[in-house]
């Protein structure tokens, strides 16, 4: 099915354990975000990409690093998770225009 | 940054009813997202506007850009319609695409 596949749907972490959320998308979008979203709050833009090879920080990125090595795929890193980072992820991919903006099915991370 | 409210933060009605859910964004800009996440699940774009209205089956949505604000009702509302909606808006200025998030709207809509 077209769209945004998010790997994995749910994950649990011990604190100071790593690891990676894979974001691919088959529409050829130029952008991708990952988003976390808080209960009370807005989604919030954690890093985006416009475009293979590039990134950038967005309004939450501290803790986080991202890697887009092919258009396609956006990957989310956690290098020593916190339980602050207890949140469900997002990640969304639109096309150079602003239309079709498309989210991920999302990750439940739980940090104990 | 834009702000954006959104309200009611919370809204219950009966199935069958009229029901409006109101975004105002702080800052001029050139479209709105609405967006729908069940509970539990992904999120769904339903509209992006720059004017005017826009139409869906049962849902419209409307946008005064002078006003900066924007509605989304659904007409005859459904238990399946019981859901978050989510506005959104890009900043006035930069990449057009990082969007900010209202908090919001919780529908319940009962039988």
């Known amino acids: 099915n077209a769209g945004v596949t998010q790997t994995p749907k749910f994950r649990v972490l011990k604190t100071g354990q790593s690891m990676t959320l894979l974001c691919a998308q088959d529409m050829n979008h130029e952008y991708m975000y990952w988003y976390r979203q808080d209960p009370g709050m807005g989604l919030r833009l954690i890093h985006y990409s416009v475009g293979e090879g590039t990134t950038a920080k967005g309004e939450v990125p501290d803790g986080y690093n991202v890697s887009r090595l092919k258009k396609q795929n956006f990957l989310l890193g956690l290098e020593s998770a916190a339980p602050s980072q207890t949140s469900v992820y997002f990640c969304a991919s639109s096309d150079r225009v602003n239309y079709g903006y498309t989210f991920g099915s999302g990750t439940r991370l739980t940090v104990v | 940054k834009n702000e954006v409210e959104q309200s009611p933060q919370n809204l219950t009605a009966q199935e069958g009813e009229f029901i409006t859910i109101n975004c105002s964004y702080s800052v001029g800009i050139s479209a709105l997202h609405w967006l729908q996440q069940h509970p539990g699940g992904g999120i769904v774009s339903l509209f992006m506007l720059s004017s005017g209205k826009k139409k869906h089956g049962r849902l419209i949505a409307t946008i005064n850009i002078q006003e900066k604000h924007s509605s989304l009702h659904i007409t005859a509302s459904h238990p399946r319609d019981s859901a978050v909606y989510i506005c959104?808006?890009?900043?006035?200025?930069?990449?057009?695409?990082?969007?900010?998030f209202g908090t919001g709207t919780r529908l319940q809509v009962t039988l």
């Open positions: 959104a808006v890009p900043p006035a200025t930069g990449t057009a695409s990082k969007l900010t």
